[in-house]
């Protein structure tokens, strides 16, 4: 793990601690870092699905004699 001195918004840090429970600066900013590539994975992978949505893949789900009984 690489040592970085950054300022950083405390008012911000504050919230974003009491959000995600941590309790020190450290685990606060690492959490936080954590979450946002979660986070805009997750968005980016759900906007490739609506991408394939709009181009039909999932078309053949809408005919429900395909469905198994």
Sequence with gaps: MAKVLI???EVAL?????????????DTVNSALRTTAQQLKRAQAL???????????FDELLDKSAYRA
Excluded: F, H
């Design 7 to 9: 300022d950083i918004d």
């Design 14 to 26: 504050a919230e974003v601690s009491e959000l995600l429970g941590t309790k020190t600066k450290k």
């Design 47 to 57: 906007s490739r699905l609506a991408e394939l949505g709009e181009a039909g893949a």
